[in-house]
């Protein structure tokens, strides 16, 4: 694995991040992919919806309908990922990053190959919106409560998620509905709820690249104590520097197929050399 | 990558005790799940209930208004207009009872068809039993409901009928109805998930179940049971939604007695509760894994 060329080959940053993580435990695998491929159905490529007599005869029969369009997104992808890592995914737009941490989440059937866990994952996508009717307080609360805190761990908490965020620091917002805030309020009250309970498995989906620079100090914080906590952390980001401070190691994902994993400030140069080439 | 870790990951991962991502629980630790959201439950169908009206001026008095004012509406077409109120003592609570019992099952049925298609954002970010959505939304219809039976002991009241001891039974009458109304929430919430397009038909199985219901006319004066065929007739009397309507009317209006009742309405209104309930958890804990996917 990884690990014991980075001990010798770290650098910069990611000496860093790696004085901030803890040891990571080899002997204790959170995640472990074996040979996934994942494939996409996309519905209505050439018929539309369908009707829903069709719909209903696809429902018993359980056929699929002929305008089923299958996308190979992710191909032969195997890792194992261990106690207080901290793994960045990089790769170009499409190139299945997204669909790889849904599918460890549980949220995407995989066509082939296995994806075991260890606990619950849980997936932190930027538009995974909560309850937009409803107020910032509410949606602490009930996000708290869904992640299976008790009412105590609730309340007891809920001052540091409102602190956390940020949201109070321009008067009074957490008493608005969330429908009411901008992208970025929103995505850092949502990665301050979940960040609330210590995962197992945390993955977070370019939610560091919304809020300012305060907050992403923060979340970085954030995470690399959730790494302290025996936890993993995907982090999948599209800025390079980020990647770099957050993670020692990375993965480079090019149409589906892994193109390297190893330590991030390698993956993250090669990866840098060949998007530059293509320029 | 590395050669390190042995060449069957599979046989590695289950040697160091992880399990397979996304995989449904079993039916008993999935109800032990659901338990332990209970809080996140009852929470939630508060939210909704309270956010509802949240955009109305007038807020929170809609939760009595909107049902009187359906009340209102078919008082007026079917007990003016059409005068179906013929032969039916106090008609305004029969009617009234109807409406509301009515609209209990019709609304928990569509909020069902909703919860998971209107909360994806929440099923994607977060993990908790799914079950836990469709029954908050039946719960919050039961919030709902008691509003309305708040208004329909005004409209009691109005026609001179006042609580007394026989109105105890409109208690196991809402609990069976409930259980019921759950059940159908979560077998609408599994087949809207694979099939949105149901969401749609749903408007018109609803109203052809409506007027089969005996919501706003008797159906013993309106249909002569002679010309009707013995198997339409038992149809109508085991209609879970007449046998609810018909248990409630029995509890709260005097002048509908027990020989208004279908046979053995108690025992049907018990099957019907236990087979949707039952039925509909276990239904929508069969794709436990799959919603939220695709």
């Not at chain 2, 332990?36 to 939760?63: D, E, N, P």
């Amino acid at each position: 694995m990884a690990e014991t060329s980075t001990e010798t080959q770290e650098t910069g940053t990611a000496q860093a991040a790696a004085d901030r993580a803890p040891t990571v435990d080899l002997s204790s695998p959170t995640v472990v992919c074996d040979d996934v491929h994942i494939v996409y159905k996309v519905q209505g490529a050439s018929s539309g919806k369908g009707s829903a007599t069709s719909a209903l005869s696809r429902l018993i029969s359980r056929k699929e309908s002929p305008g089923i369009r299958k996308v190979h997104a992710v191909r032969g992808v195997s890792f194992v990922a261990h106690k207080g890592e901290a793994i960045g995914l990089i790769g170009s737009n499409g190139s299945g990053k997204s669909t790889l941490l849904k599918a460890i989440a549980g949220l995407l059937p995989t066509e082939k190959g296995k994806i075991f866990t260890q606990g619950q994952p849980s997936l932190l996508g930027v538009n995974a919106a909560l309850m937009s009717d409803l107020t910032g307080e509410r949606n602490v609360i009930l996000g708290g409560l869904a992640m299976g805190m008790s009412r105590e761990e609730v309340r007891e908490r809920y001052q540091d998620i409102v602190d956390f965020s940020g949201i109070n620091e321009k008067g009074d917002f957490i008493s608005l509905p969330m429908r009411t805030y901008s992208s970025g309020m929103g995505a850092r009250l949502r990665f301050s709820i979940a960040a609330a309970k210590n995962h197992d498995v945390l993955m977070i989906d370019e939610a560091l690249a919304t809020g300012d620079a305060t907050f992403q100090r923060r979340s970085q914080q954030r995470i690399s104590e959730l790494r302290q906590e025996a936890g993993t952390v995907f982090v999948v980001s599209h800025s390079n520097s980020a990647i770099r401070e957050t993670c020692e190691r990375a993965i480079w994902l090019e149409t589906g197929v892994m193109q390297m994993d190893g330590p991030a400030e390698e993956v993250v140069a090669a990866y840098e050399k060949h998007t530059g080439k293509k320029k | 990558m590395d050669a390190q870790p042995p060449q069957d990951l599979t046989a590695y991962a289950i040697a160091h005790g992880l399990a397979v991502s996304g995989a449904r629980p079993s039916l008993v630790s999935y109800v032990k799940q659901i338990w332990g959201r209970r809080h996140f439950i009852t929470t939630f169908a508060t939210a909704k209930l309270t956010a509802q009206y949240s955009q109305a001026k007038m807020g929170q008095v809609w939760q009595v208004m909107t049902p009187l004012l359906n009340a209102a509406v078919y008082y007026f077409i079917f007990g003016i207009l059409m005068n179906t109120k013929r032969g039916i003592p106090d008609f305004l609570p029969w009617l009234v009872c109807g409406v509301f019992i009515w609209s209990f099952t019709s609304q928990s049925i569509m909020a069902g068809t909703r919860s998971l298609t209107s909360n994806m954002g929440l099923v994607r970010a977060l993990h908790f039993p799914r079950a836990s959505l469709p029954i908050a939304y039946a719960i919050q219809q039961l919030q709902q409901l008691l509003f309305s039976m708040g208004a329909l002991v005004v409209i009691l009241a109005f026609c001179g009928e006042y609580p007394k001891k026989s109105w105890l039974l409109a208690v196991p009458a809402l609990l069976l109805q409930s259980v019921f109304n759950t059940g159908l929430s979560m077998i609408m919430a599994r087949i809207t998930s694979r099939a949105p397009d149901i969401a749609q038909l749903m408007p018109f199985i609803l109203r052809t179940w409506m007027y089969t219901s005996g919501v706003m006319w008797s159906i013993d004066k309106v249909l002569n049971k002679d010309h009707l065929p013995h198997l339409v007739v038992l149809g109508l009397q085991c209609n879970p939604a007449a046998v609810y309507i018909d248990l409630m009317r029995f509890a709260l209006v005097d002048s509908f007695t027990a020989s208004d009742l279908p046979p053995h309405v108690w025992i049907v209104a018990v099957v019907w509760a236990l087979v949707a309930g039952v039925g509909g958890f276990i239904y929508f804990w069969k794709a436990e894994e799959s919603y939220g996917r695709g």
